[in-house]
């Protein structure tokens, strides 16, 4: 079965740091450009970062441009994300999700999340 | 910035009942870089459409999706008991990378 699992959420104050992780398994993690897409409480969704398959393409949402770094490790089929300077807004479910291979850039496989909570 | 703006906001139907979701792009959609993805409570999004039209894997024929370029719609032709969640369209492209609508509510009368 394809999977991702999130880990690393939890509750911080606002201004540290925190460091998420996703562990892929069932497929070949390598070839796949990942992602992280948040929401809010009771809100939609809201696209994060991506990273390409050997890390040779990042993007990030403009807001977040500059706290959050995306990085991948392919030998342990792991995708991260640090967060750093966190506010109360960055509260909410962190998923990982793939990219499908020659399925017009959709997410076709999510993890179930993590939640961060930001206290002020 | 492509905004999806989804249509209505909540739609209440009754089980065997047609719905129909629209998402419209304020500029166009490039390659129909356009897919659909269903949420229930306390789950990830499952994707249903991909390409505008195409359904992904296991997804039951009852779910349909069409159009192009600024204007995409979402089928539900006769609907089950478990298809009742959240419904968002996403696109792909331009800056930022991806977006998505704010969702439509589809909920039991």
């Known amino acids: 079965e394809e999977q991702l699992v999130e880990s690393g959420g939890g509750l911080v104050k606002s201004g540290e740091s925190l460091s998420l992780s996703c562990l892929a398994s069932?497929?070949?993690?390598?070839?796949?450009?990942l992602n992280w897409v948040r929401q809010a409480p009771g809100k939609g969704l809201e696209w994060v970062a991506s990273?390409?398959?050997?890390?040779?393409?990042?993007s990030y949402a403009e807001s977040l441009r500059g706290r959050f770094t995306i990085s991948r490790d392919n030998a342990k089929n792991s995708l991260y994300l640090q967060m750093t300077s966190v506010t109360t807004d960055d509260t909410g479910v962190y998923f990982c999700?793939?990219?499908?291979?020659?399925?017009?850039?959709?997410?076709?496989?999510w993890g179930q999340g993590t939640t961060v909570t930001v206290s002020s | 910035e492509i905004v999806l703006t989804q249509s209505p906001g909540t739609l209440s139907l009754s089980p065997g009942d047609r719905a129909t979701l629209s998402c419209r792009a304020s500029?166009?959609?490039?390659?129909?870089?356009l897919a659909w993805y269903q949420q229930k409570p306390g789950q990830a999004p499952r994707l249903l459409i991909y390409g505008a039209s195409r359904r992904a894997s296991g997804i039951p024929d009852r779910f349909s999706g069409s159009g192009s370029g600024t204007d995409f719609t979402l089928t539900v032709s006769r609907l089950e008991p478990e298809d009742f969640a959240v419904y968002y369209c996403?696109?792909?492209?331009?800056?930022?990378?991806?977006?998505f609508g704010q969702g439509t509510k589809l909920e039991i009368e």
């Open positions: 990273i390409a398959s050997h890390s040779s393409v990042i």
């Open positions: 999700a793939r990219i499908g291979i020659y399925m017009a850039y959709s997410l076709d496989v």
């Open positions: 996403q696109q792909y492209g331009g800056s930022p990378m991806y977006t």
């Open positions: 069932g497929f070949t993690f390598s070839i796949h450009t």
């Open positions: 500029q166009s959609v490039g390659s129909n870089y």
